[in-house]
């Protein structure tokens, strides 16, 4: 147990909650043509949108070649690529879901932890080390609607301390701040202040690893394997002596997936935050245009960015346009950390100028968003008064200041 005791806080009513919760504690084979040479059948998207069918001939971290019908090989730049599919489908996955901080999202059946590093094991897979430095969470029940909304709110809220997350009846999460010290199949050991509780697997939802820098810069390439990761690399190459793609996944973090695992490459990495996209249109209250002009207006009250959050004020209306091929929209919400007194408002996302997804919020917590884009082109983050008769109340720079809401790590996914 080497992790350092943080901040003292106290302790009495979480050390009840702790031990009331735990009253013990201290595919099919795709060689195709029997040829050890020939690299598997793919089939592979230009961005121009044309369809090409071959076998892998080779893949780097710059190009693509193919071998064609009729024995033709031919190359491709990786900028030309969109994504490549291989032979394969969806298998069982493991319940365990480990989140790195670059973005990858592994489905794993087993994780322990010890001296700091935790050890990933995945189906049909190497297991691999990492640092929990670049560990942003272990989630140990497999997703569930019951539970994906409050989960999602919790990993994007920014913390100083670990968190152990508490499955409570009636599918509720409570959060327990403190430092994760240790990680098995049985129990996580967990330091609450200087008391040392062992929290049983059973009775958890996952941990939490503490925020203690900006989100790192998302990776350009997506690889999806048949257990249901999604692994996020600055760079794949093909080894063809084991028949297996070798992952580069940043923070020299490395990682080998088999053949007969692969389902799909994507280079557009499939993440898209909403800091940035193409801004369609920002709408600040005709009220305070009036009284401060709209040049000061639009300049004070627009929406703010911050690494990969978005802040937003009172009856205002931030509109971004959805490129092409994006389908689902996550985010937590939650009033502005840095607002000392507020009344309840109504946040709302639109599609298309269609409501689709609303929220009172009456309190401080963050809450999750997952949403289905559909075909929409338009996105609308609002915010507004709850009243029926909000339309007719006249925002001031009071209200504006009062009624800031963070959208955070807001983003569209593909």
């Keep these: 147990m080497t992790r350092s005791f943080r901040s003292q806080t106290p302790i009495i009513a979480l050390l009840a909650t702790l031990f009331a919760a735990f009253p013990g504690t201290k595919s099919s084979s795709q060689d195709t043509s029997g040829e050890p040479d020939l690299g598997p059948k793919i ?6 949108g044309d369809s090409v069918c071959g076998q892998l001939g080779n893949l780097t971290g710059s190009s693509l070649s193919a071998i064609l019908a009729g024995g033709e090989s031919k190359q491709w730049d990786l900028t ?3 994504r490549i599919q291989f032979d394969g489908s969806e298998k069982t996955s493991p319940p365990a879901r480990v989140v790195l901080r670059g973005g990858s999202e592994v489905a794993s059946a087993a994780t322990s932890m010890e001296d ?23 989630r140990f029940r497999a997703p569930s609607n019951a539970t994906d909304a409050d989960w999602l709110a919790l990993v994007e809220e920014p913390q100083r301390r670990d968190r152990l997350v508490i499955r409570r009846e009636g599918n509720a999460l409570d959060p327990i701040e403190g430092t994760v010290l240790e990680i098995n199949r049985d129990s996580v050991s967990f330091d609450l202040s200087g008391n040392i509780v062992d929290a049983p697997l059973k009775k958890l939802e996952g941990v939490i690893f503490s925020t203690t820098t900006d989100r790192e810069t998302e990776k350009p390439i997506r ?27 940043g923070n020299d973090i490395t990682h080998s997936i088999p053949l007969k695992e692969l389902l799909e490459i994507q280079f557009s990495g499939g993440i898209l935050y909403l800091s940035d996209a193409e801004v369609a249109e920002q709408r600040q209250p005709e009220s305070l245009k009036a009284l401060l002009g709209e ?18 004020v009172l009856s205002s209306d931030h509109v971004i346009r959805i490129p092409e091929g994006y389908q689902k929209l996550v985010a937590a919400v939650r009033v502005a950390s840095e607002v000392d007194q507020f009344a309840p408002l109504t946040v709302s996302v639109l599609l298309d100028n269609r409501v689709a997804w609303t929220l009172e919020i009456q ?6 968003l ?13 915010s507004a008064h709850p009243e029926p008769d909000a339309s ?23």
């Design 116 to 138: 700091e590093k935790l050890l990933v094991r995945s189906i049909g897979q190497p297991s691999f080390t990492v640092s929990i430095r670049s560990v942003q969470s272990v």
């Design 223 to 249: 690889v999806r394997d048949q257990r249901g990761s999604n692994w996020m690399a600055d760079q794949v190459n093909w080894n063809a002596s084991d028949r297996s793609l070798q992952l580069d996944l």
């Design 370 to 382: 997952i949403l289905p884009i559909e075909d929409a082109r338009r996105l609308t983050l609002r």
């Design 80 to 82: 030309e690529i969109a």
């Design 295 to 312: 040049d000061f207006a639009s300049t004070w009250f627009a929406t703010e960015t911050d690494t990969k959050n978005l802040t937003t």
């Design 392 to 414: 007719k109340t006249s925002p001031t720079i009071s209200n504006a200041l009062g009624h800031r809401i963070e959208w955070l790590g807001a983003r569209l996914l593909k």
């Design 363 to 368: 309190d401080r917590k963050p809450h999750g």
């Design 43 to 48: 089939q592979f998207e230009t961005i121009d």
